[in-house]
Each structure stands twice: as C-alpha cells, then as structure tokens.
C-alpha cells in the first residue's frame, strides 16, 4: 500500500466564520442530511405554498357557489310563491267547475227524466194514471168510511182496462175484479143516510103525541069518527027524505035533524062524563105527571141527543152515537105514546140507526196495486 501522504496545512479561517473547537471533525452524514434538510424543506415550502393556493381557490369557489345558491334559492322561493299562487288559482277553478259540474248533472238528470217521461209508453201511462187513482180514492175511503170512492174508482180501471185491450195487463184486470168483489161485499156503513135519518126524527119531535096528553087524543080522535059516521049517513037519510012525499018528507026531516041533535048533546055530555073519571094503566108514573113545561125540554133534550148523535156518526165515533141513540130510544119509549104512528116511526128510524152505525173497516185493493207495480217493472 502506498504510504499515506502528510496532511496539509488547514486553510486560513475567515474572520466571520465561527470557532472551530479545538481538535473537533464534522461527521460524513451531516452534509447528506443537511441536503436533504434542504430538499425537504424546499418540498414542504413548495406544498404549502401549493396547499395555500388551492386552499385560496376553493374558498374562492366556495365564494362564488354560495352566490350561486342564494341566487337560485331566492329565485327558488319566487317559483314557489308563484306556485302557490298558481295552485289557490288552480283549486279555485277546480271548485267552480267541480259546481258547474254538479249543475250540468242535475241539469242532465233531470233532463234524462224528462225525456224518459215524455218517452213513457202508453201502457205505463195507463198504470201510473190506474194506480193514482186507486191511491186517491184510498184516501178518500178512509176519511169518508164509504166504499163508494174506492168502487167507483176500481170500476174505472176495469173500464179502462178493457178498451186498452193489452195482453200483458189481463194480470191486472183480473186483480181489480177480485179487490171490486172483495170491496162489494163488505157492507160499509152510509153515513149520509144514518144522518138524514136522524134529521127525519128531530123533525117528526114536534108532532110526537105524549103519554100525558094520549086520553085526550083518543077522546077527540073518538069524536071526529063519530062525526064522520053520522056525516056518512046523512046522504042516505036525504034520500029516502025525498023518496017520500012531501009531509013525510018534512016530517022525517025535523025527525033526523031532532035525533043529530038528540046525539050529538048525549055524545057530549057522556064525553064529560067520562073525563070525570078515567081507569088508565101507568107503567111509569112520571109520564103522566110531567107537566107542560118539562115536556117541551125533554123534546129540546131528545134534539140535543139526537144531534150528538149526528156528529158523532159525522166524525165515526159510533160508540158515542149508539150510547145517545139507546138514550133517545129509551125516553121515547117511556114519555110518548107507542101506540101512534108517528112515535112508531120515528122508533123504527131509530133502531134502523143503530142497527147501521158500526165501524167497518173498507179493505184495500192490494191485488190491484201489486199487480200495477209487476205490471210497472217496480
């Protein structure tokens, strides 16, 4: 190996340069490191220096899309205003035509129905205009109590029936005969006649002989016929006068006209004999001893219940009307003379009356009106 060469002098230190310790030798690495001190250093200036421009720009981005976005959001707010605006605009005119709506479907339907009425056949013309009638009469059944309605409004149908002459509604001909005969055979009462009835009594009221006043009665009624008899015979006496002749004639004149009036004064005074004292069966002592004054109330009495008895036929409480007519019948019985004809008569009235004054139900023409609705397709 060569010789190691002799270390040369150390070069002249420089005034500024710091003082070397003493016998002090720098490492081999330190200029590697203080390299790449440097390298690093240079690198780390660089990426911060790179980190802060792009730090610079996106804040500068940032910027700038935060203006972008207020600026959309305040144009966003605009749309949705006018979005608003636009959807109470909307619902308004929804609304308004859903009513316009509403209207052109009552409109329609009612125009449908008109249409459907005016296209309405002959026959369902005839059922509808059958079945009102059947229902009005109905109607008039139940307020009057009389059949007469209901009868004369089913006879009608079967009349109009007949001349329609459609196959399909024989169904319904044959249901008004069965509910005609049904109707028919119930006997309903006839309030009319039951009231001019009892209007017939309250006239007959006045004339009604009483049990007080029947002796005297039958003491003129006795009179008169005696009367009448020897009125009869006074024709026959007249010509057998003038058969004879003319002194006997005379004579038998004066003798006929002696013997009238022989009669007459004996008829008289045996009249007033006989009213002296009179054998009479009472079966109910106040008729005989009602005076002159009670008997014109009791007739006022009897009017007054034989009107109660009107109204309440007139209004179908015929219990009340069967009660005031057995009143009736009862006073008449024991205040009037049964044996005249006219106390006769208005009793028979009487009980006519209340045989007839009951409550009768007029049955409904089902039949009928089952068959209009088959017939109708209801």
């Known amino acids: 190996m060569p010789e190691a060469a002799a270390p040369a002098a150390p070069p002249p230190i420089p005034a500024a340069a710091p003082v070397a310790v003493a016998g002090a030798k720098a490492p081999p690495w330190v200029p590697p490191l203080a390299a790449g001190l440097t390298v690093l250093s240079v690198a780390a200036l660089g990426l911060a220096w790179q980190g802060q421009t792009r730090l610079k720009e996106l804040e500068q981005e940032l910027v700038r899309r935060q203006g972008l976005s207020q600026g959309e959001a305040s144009e966003a707010r605009t749309l949705a205003r006018q979005s608003q605006e636009l959807t109470r605009d909307t619902a308004a005119k929804v609304a308004l035509l859903e009513a316009r709506l509403a209207e052109v479907a009552l409109q329609r339907g009612q125009l449908e129905e008109l249409i459907q009425s005016m296209s309405r056949s002959r026959d369902e013309n005839v059922i509808v205009d059958i079945e009102s009638a059947l229902r009005v009469a109905l109607q008039q059944s139940g307020i009057t109590g009389s059949a007469e309605p209901l009868v004369a409004a089913l006879r009608q149908a079967d009349e109009r029936l007949a001349r329609h002459k459609q196959p399909r509604l024989e169904g319904v001909r044959r249901a008004v005969a069965r509910d005609l005969d049904r109707v028919k055979a119930v006997s309903v009462v006839d309030v009319s006649t ?45 010509a057998a006068a003038a058969s004879a002749p003319a002194d006997e004639g005379l004579i038998a004149h004066w003798m006929s006209v002696a013997e009238e ?4 004064l004996a008829g008289h005074v045996w009249l007033e004999a006989k009213s002296l ?18 008997a014109f109330f ?22 009340t009307a069967q009660a005031d ?36 139900n007029v049955p409904r023409p089902d039949d009928t009106l089952a068959a209009l609705m088959a017939a109708g397709g209801r």
């Open 261 to 264: 009036r022989w009669r007459d």
């Open 194 to 238: 039951l009231a001019i009835k009892l209007d017939e009594v309250v006239r007959l009221l006045d004339e009604l002989p009483m049990l007080s006043a029947a002796d005297k009665t039958s003491e003129a009624m006795a009179v008169r016929q005696a009367r009448v008899e020897r009125a009869a015979t006074k024709p026959a006496k007249a």
């Open 298 to 319: 009791l007739r006022e009495n009897l009017k007054l219940r034989l009107l109660n008895a009107r109204l309440a036929l007139l209004s179908r409480q015929f219990d």
């Open 325 to 360: 007519l057995r009143d009736t019948q009862s006073l008449l019985d024991r205040y009037f003379d049964g044996r005249s004809r006219k106390v006769a008569s208005a009793s028979e009235l009487l009980r006519q009356v209340a045989g007839q004054a009951r409550q009768v």
């Open 277 to 294: 004292l009179r054998v009479t069966r009472i079966d109910h002592p106040e008729a005989m001893l009602l005076a002159p004054e009670q």
